[in-house]
């Protein structure tokens, strides 16, 4: 089975510019998390898509958005990028279905890096 | 906001020797989940344990969870310089869906 897949996996943008992140969950997988990563500050929760629906959504301002499409690949939406959003981005995908008493599986990351 | 709290922050040890962390949460839980990281890539889970088991073993790996005292170890035994790595632990607490994260120990195994 493919895993998680991101891309791009680096990406260098200016502030005030936009930044479009993609997922493509492992297959039979239906709901996917997006995460942020900075040195220091461990995992910081972004949101949460099962069935095109947005579940749950973290304490990020609404400059972040997300979607999930029929077929359960998610995107994640940036826009006026600041310095402070350069970071790593994960995609987690999981079987969780009413719950989320399952494994998250990982992708590599997309690398944001703002200038 | 984040519930785990891992400890130590950061680890050394000798190749073979035994690691320990430990991670320490604040709200009742369905299960409680450790994952690796190695060099800012993405994490790769190692186990899940549910809040009515106690210890869990993988391999060289053993875990214990402790619902009384709200807190969970994780052992690698005769650790190897591939373990080298950052691990978290994430707790679920099975009401939004969403997996709350420690900061990580970063553990280094020297040869």
């Known amino acids: 089975k493919a895993g998680v897949t991101q891309t791009p996996r680096y990406l260098i943008k200016t502030r005030g510019q936009q930044v479009t992140l993609s997922c493509s969950p492992i297959s039979g997988h239906r709901s996917v998390s997006w995460y942020q990563q900075t040195p220091g500050q461990g995992l910081q929760f972004l949101f949460e898509?099962?069935?095109?629906?947005?579940?749950n959504k973290g304490n990020f301002p609404g400059r972040f958005s997300g979607r999930q499409f029929s077929n359960s690949r998610s995107e994640m939406n940036v826009s006026t990028l600041e310095l402070g959003d350069s970071a790593l981005y994960l995609c987690?995908?999981?079987?969780?279905?009413?719950?989320?008493?399952?494994?998250?599986?990982f992708g590599p990351g997309t690398r944001l890096t703002v200038t | 906001s984040q519930q785990g709290e891992e400890d130590p922050q950061a680890l050394s040890i000798q190749e073979g020797e035994n690691a320990t962390m430990n991670c320490s949460y604040k709200t009742s839980i369905n299960n409680l989940q450790w994952y690796r990281q190695n060099s800012g890539r993405g994490l790769v889970h190692l186990i899940l344990i549910r809040s009515n088991e106690r210890e869990k073993h993988s391999g060289r790996l053993r875990v214990t969870l402790d619902t009384s005292k709200k807190s969970s170890s994780l052992l690698i035994t005769a650790s190897r310089a591939a373990d080298t790595a950052s691990y978290f632990c994430?707790?679920?607490?099975?009401?939004?869906?969403?997996?709350?994260w420690g900061a990580g120990t970063k553990l280094i195994i020297k040869p």
């Open positions: 994430a707790t679920d607490p099975g009401s939004n869906y969403q997996l709350i």
């Open positions: 987690a995908s999981s079987r969780a279905g009413t719950g989320n008493s399952y494994e998250q599986y």
């Open positions: 898509y099962f069935s095109e629906t947005q579940r």
